[in-house]
């Protein structure tokens, strides 16, 4: 059974920055890519960073390139999305998913991914 858990989320100042990380486990092989969301409190739920871990293929939103990094480590079987210079705006609870693994282009669309972990809470607030 596939099972996704998110660490690394809290509170934190305008400007300021978090590293969430999403462990991974139940996998039978590495075919798979892990993406970052969030959902905001009107339930809107937004695609932010994907990565195929075995080919290194990455796709960023639009709303977080430069700001944003998302990483991984094979060995350890995480996925870790780096955000600096986080906004009142990224207020959310963030979501990691696993999904099939990307061939040439990345997808952020929710459909693409069977798994998602529990998510976890971000706020930033001074």
């Known amino acids: 059974e596939v099972q996704l858990v998110e660490s690394g989320g809290g509170l934190v100042q305008p400007g300021g920055s978090l590293r969430l990380s999403c462990a991974a486990s139940?996998?039978?092989?590495?075919?798979?890519?892990i993406g970052w969301f969030r959902q905001t409190p009107d339930k809107t739920r937004e695609g932010l960073s994907s990565i195929t871990p075995r080919n290194g293929i990455t796709i960023y939103a639009d709303s977080v390139k430069g700001r944003f990094t998302i990483s991984s480590d094979n060995a350890k079987n995480t996925v870790d999305l780096q955000m600096n210079d986080l906004k009142p705006e990224d207020t959310a609870v963030y979501y990691c998913?696993?999904?099939?693994?990307?061939?040439?282009?990345?997808?952020?669309?929710?459909?693409?991914?069977?798994?998602w972990g529990q998510g976890i809470q971000v706020t930033v607030s001074a």
């Open positions: 998913a696993a999904g099939a693994a990307f061939r040439r282009l990345g997808v952020l669309g929710p459909t693409w991914y069977k798994y």
């Open positions: 139940g996998f039978i092989d590495d075919d798979y890519a």
